[in-house]
């Protein structure tokens, strides 16, 4: 069946620095790959989403690219703040045996900024 | 602004007791979804639903029961709570499954002791 794989569980980070979340994922359909971020005690929400190949996807200062090759579509920014400390799922729509679509997430990784 | 509502938003039930989570949707969307949070496990999709009086099992539907008796609400039941099924629940509607982004309720937190 489908798969959606985040290798990081936590991530930790100085306030200014990069960061990267990765994120590949397993389906025998055409993907369709969504990062969502979730404050704490929040519900989650869409941060960026994307189904075409190689064309990068942006909001609010993070950016992903969907890489069909690689089934890859991994989350960054160039400068994280304080506010970003957060958890982040990456997750597919997926195709099912029964020829219908069903969403998987992955395990999250948590994000943790430090001043 | 998409709107998702659930009840309770906390509850403590017993073990082997029966318990109904509500979810509530004006949104107009056709689709869906009862998950539940658990650390290290992430979300992991329960039941769906993508028309009024159908639903679909999902990833981990051992244990729970779903309900759409109308295109806005969504029940999720646990006929006989266990331990094990202590977690955060969150219901989410789409406008259709594939490429439509979820939106999410505020989530309920079940305790069973």
């Known amino acids: 069946g489908d798969s959606v794989t985040q290798t990081e569980g936590l991530v930790t980070l100085t306030k200014g620095l990069p960061v990267m979340l990765n994120c590949t994922y397993q389906?025998?359909?055409?993907?369709?790959l969504f990062w969502y971020v979730q404050h704490l005690n929040e519900a989650p929400k869409l941060l960026l989403k994307s189904s075409t190949d190689n064309k990068r996807t942006e909001h609010q200062g993070f950016y992903a690219t969907l890489h069909k090759s690689s089934s890859s579509f991994h989350l960054q920014k160039s400068s994280v703040q304080l506010s970003d400390s957060a958890l982040y799922f990456c997750?597919?729509?997926?195709?099912?045996?029964?020829?219908?679509?069903?969403?998987?997430f992955g395990k999250g990784t948590s994000l943790v900024v430090h001043p | 602004e998409a709107a998702v509502t659930q009840s309770p938003r906390s509850k403590v039930a017993v073990t082997g007791g029966k318990v109904t989570l509500s979810c509530h949707q004006t949104n107009n969307h056709d689709y869906m979804y009862w998950y539940r949070q658990d650390t290290g496990h992430g979300l992991r999709l329960i039941h769906y639903?993508?028309?009024?009086?159908?639903?679909e099992k999902g990833d981990i539907p051992d244990g729970y029961k779903a309900s759409r008796p109308s295109q806005e609400n969504f029940s999720l039941i646990l006929e006989l709570a266990s331990l094990s099924q202590t977690a955060v629940y969150f219901c989410?509607?789409?406008?259709?499954?594939?490429?439509?982004?979820?939106?999410f309720g505020p989530g309920t937190r079940l305790t069973v002791l």
């Open positions: 989410a509607s789409s406008e259709d499954w594939v490429y439509a982004e979820q939106f």
């Open positions: 639903s993508y028309v009024a009086d159908s639903t």
């Open positions: 389906t025998t359909y055409s993907p369709f």
């Open positions: 997750a597919l729509s997926g195709g099912t045996s029964g020829g219908n679509y069903k969403p998987t």
